[in-house]
T-cell receptor, first 111, second 111 residues
């Protein structure tokens, strides 16, 4: 039973446009959510997070939106750059329990 | 800057060999994790540890064991490596609801 789902395995976007990566979750206990970016042959690096008490968090070109009633979050990247091409993992957690990760979405930004 | 290091970036072993993957973190985190990442399957939790000498099974512990003798070090052991354990292994550490930090990963190939 997947508690965190990223339904799009891949996404292609033109350079300069907006990239929107989506994530759905099922566990109402989750109270914080994170996005990680992963390049091939490297470990995931933290990108941005959001607490369940917020509905938006922004950091430069990256914005995460949380819709608790829909149990949905999304990552917006504006404008997209070729260096953003990577696999993006959505993760959720609560308390001290291990993070639960989605299966990832491969983003390709085309120049 | 948090640092999570892993003993090897690339490893090639033969079927039946005992394999040790070492992970060290320098942030005095109590929580440490071992994941494997496979294409299309995302990050799957193998084992985790909340404290020295403590260990908990994750989602896919079969064929693996762990050791946490010191707070900063968390070792993953493949008692008898098999070809289906060829994967990217990722170690992570975190404290409370802080960001989970990953090491650079070990790409293990079992022949």
């Amino acid at each position: 039973d997947q508690q965190v789902k990223q339904n799009s395995p891949s996404l292609s976007v033109q350079e300069g446009r907006i990239s929107i990566l989506n994530c759905d979750y099922t566990n109402s206990m989750f109270d914080y959510f994170l996005w990680y970016k992963k390049y091939p042959a490297e470990g995931p690096t933290f990108l941005i997070s959001i607490s369940s008490i917020k509905d938006k968090n922004e950091d430069g070109r990256f914005t995460v939106f949380l819709n608790k009633s829909a149990k949905h979050l999304s990552l917006h990247i504006v404008p997209s750059q070729p260096g953003d091409s990577a696999v993006y993992f959505c993760a959720a957690g609560w308390g001290n329990t291990p993070l639960v990760f989605g299966k990832g979405t491969r983003l390709s930004v085309i120049a | 800057d948090v640092k999570v290091t892993q003993s090897s970036r690339y490893l090639v072993k033969r079927t039946g060999e005992k394999v040790f993957l070492e992970c060290v973190q320098d942030m005095d985190h109590e929580n440490m994790f071992w994941y494997r990442q496979d294409p299309g399957l995302g990050l799957r939790l193998i084992y985790f540890s909340y404290d020295v000498k403590m260990k908990e099974k994750g989602d896919i512990p079969e064929g693996y064991s762990v050791s946490r003798e010191k707070k900063e070090r968390f070792s993953l052991i493949l008692e008898s490596a098999s070809t289906n354990q060829t994967s990217m292994y990722l170690c992570a550490s975190f404290e409370g609801t802080d960001t989970q930090y990953f090491g650079p990963g070990t790409r293990l190939t079992v022949l």
